[in-house]
């Protein structure tokens, strides 16, 4: 394990060149400059240096051809191949039956007139997959948005929800040249928070509500990111935002949500719940508050998210509370945006922090921000201790046992990542989010439908338009990943880095899986390549650290 020493110092490093080159990046006369853009300009001091222009990928082809795969569609349906797969410019316009398991193709039975194939014989392919909680983080962090981008698409990803991705000029900046295909980024979705964006301060009372979720409409959000709202001022968002077709998530905090819980918000019109925040506090058995212990300070993270744990024991599974949420949940038609991964540290630390992808996949800025700090968001690492871990482990269970639940009655559970706090790498976290879905007892198609299909529709649901992605059929638009290995007998095989097994027949140890293709609007990017570039980036903070005079770890 790298010391914590040496992080340090490497952090001083690597956050001086960080700031730097993001400085070198900023919105210029060249960018629309809009009213809004320059009422933005402070905010957008801690945004990522923007993406380059791209030169990744290949396409889109007059015709694409995906010949003999194996097609998981994202809906829970049974794989099916081999089928070849045809995409018209960024359409998928036919998907050709073309035999049996076992038995020759009848190469007869074809389309014809590819302008690129791909033999994917042996393969499976998936619908892109859609994360639905996703940040770019500081320069501190993590100076080039493209850091982000690259891991996202190299894991199949090709939708990411940003709640938010960082300023508002920023956010729809990069939106934009991703829906040209300026860069090489999944397609961007812009939720933003209460008041951000129009210069106008935070917003106090409903008509600044109101008028905030118009301004934000005009300029091109997609939807908001609330937190547990003083009720009148939650009330105003929601209504407004659902005259408006917009989307809604929030993150209910210990801090308002004794007045603002999942089921009071989601009876006001809230789309998705994300993490665990005001799911208990729904259904305690005999308290209306959490009962804290009496030196509980918000402010300290280690009591912040330390002590939420300790709800595990306050709900009762199958209760008439416990039941009666879940029809509510369901009947409104609610999401739930889980985010198991984000959290899981708290069971394992250990294991969270040796991760076998950091040293090659994670930068070292990165890293660093993720040891122990008191203002570092989400390193509160101060004092973890056995019985911590003990009551995340509880705590899981129980939050498990209501999601999975909720998804048997045909409730949406979608995958969000919350990737760039808590050890969690961008997109490796996401795959591992999925993981964690199996272990909460959803079947591997389950899982996938979670990751592409109800991402896709939650994204739809209040825009009055059938989702255009999230699942394989003609007609969609065409966002694919291709994996040399069987997802659903493995996921880990969707990590960038595959897997291993023991190859009986030779004796050695094979290397299998990590997304080889990932197809975004029609453009074929070699989702081995962007990892290398990853790899790159790592290699070239590390050595921008020794040459200012650090040691790399």
């Known amino acids: 394990m790298r010391t914590l020493s040496r992080i340090a110092a490497l952090s001083l490093a690597v956050a001086s060149l960080g700031t730097r080159a993001s400085a070198q990046q900023r919105p210029t006369a060249t960018t629309a400059d809009t009213t809004a853009t320059r009422n933005l300009r402070n905010e957008q001091r801690d945004d990522p240096k923007f993406a380059p222009d791209r030169h990744e990928g290949s396409g889109p082809f007059t015709k694409l051809v995906i010949r003999g795969a194996t097609l998981i569609d994202g809906t829970g349906g049974p794989p099916r191949g081999p089928v070849d797969i045809v995409v018209e410019g960024n359409r998928i316009t036919e998907i050709a039956n073309v035999g049996v398991p076992h038995v020759p193709i009848d190469s007869t039975r074809r389309p014809k007139g590819a302008a690129r194939e791909i033999d994917a014989t042996g393969m499976y392919v998936l619908p892109g997959i859609v994360d639905l909680h996703v940040h770019q983080g500081t320069p501190q962090k993590a100076p080039e948005s493209e850091y982000y981008n690259k891991l996202w698409l190299a894991h199949g990803i090709t939708t990411v929800r940003g709640v938010p991705f960082a300023s508002f000029a920023y956010s729809m900046h990069e939106k934009e040249r991703s829906a040209k295909n300026e860069i090489a980024a999944p397609r961007y979705v812009v939720y933003q928070r209460p008041g951000t964006g129009w210069g106008q301060g935070p917003v106090t009372t409903q008509d600044q509500a109101r008028a905030w979720v118009r301004w934000l409409k005009a300029h091109g959000g997609d939807g908001l990111k609330l937190g547990a709202e003083r009720p009148d001022i939650m009330a ?275 290397q299998i899986g990590g997304v080889k293709y990932t197809i975004k609007d029609g453009i074929l990017y070699d989702a081995k390549q962007l990892l290398a570039d990853v790899a790159r980036m790592v290699e070239d903070q590390k050595r921008g650290a020794t040459q200012a005079g650090q040691k790399a770890p």
């Open 236 to 510: 105003a968002l929601l209504d407004e935002a659902k005259k408006l077709n917009m989307g809604s998530t929030a993150h209910l905090q210990q801090t308002g949500v004794v007045m603002m819980n999942a089921d009071q918000s989601t009876a006001l019109g809230l789309q998705t719940v994300t993490h665990f925040y005001g799911l208990f506090e729904s259904m305690y058995d005999s308290n209306s508050v959490q009962p804290y212990p009496v030196d509980q300070n918000y402010n300290d993270e280690q009591d912040r998210f330390g002590q939420v744990a300790r709800q595990w024991n306050l709900v009762t599974p199958h209760s008439e509370k416990w039941k009666q949420f879940l029809k509510n949940l369901k009947e409104r038609d609610v999401t739930l945006d889980p985010t198991f991964s984000i959290y899981s540290a708290g069971r394992d630390l250990a294991r969270k922090m040796n991760l076998s992808w950091h040293q090659k996949y994670t930068l070292p800025s990165l890293y660093a921000y993720y040891q122990p700090s008191r203002t570092n968001h989400g390193s509160y690492w101060y004092n973890w201790t056995t019985w911590d871990e003990v009551a995340f482990k509880n705590f899981y269970r129980v939050w498990m046992q209501f999601v999975n639940e909720y998804k048997n009655m045909g409730g949406k559970v979608t995958t969000g990542s919350d990737a760039g706090f808590i050890f969690s790498t961008p997109g490796f976290a996401t795959i591992e989010e999925m993981e964690i879905l199996q272990e909460a007892g959803f079947h591997p198609l389950e899982v996938i439908r979670s990751a592409t299909m109800y991402g896709a529709q939650t994204l739809a649901q209040r825009t009055g338009k059938e989702p255009e992605v999230g699942v394989v059929r003609p007609g969609m638009l065409a966002d694919m990943l291709v994996v040399d290995a069987n997802p659903l007998e493995n996921l880990k095989v969707l990590y960038g880095t595959g897997w291993f097994r023991l190859n009986d027949s030779t004796g050695r140890v094979d």
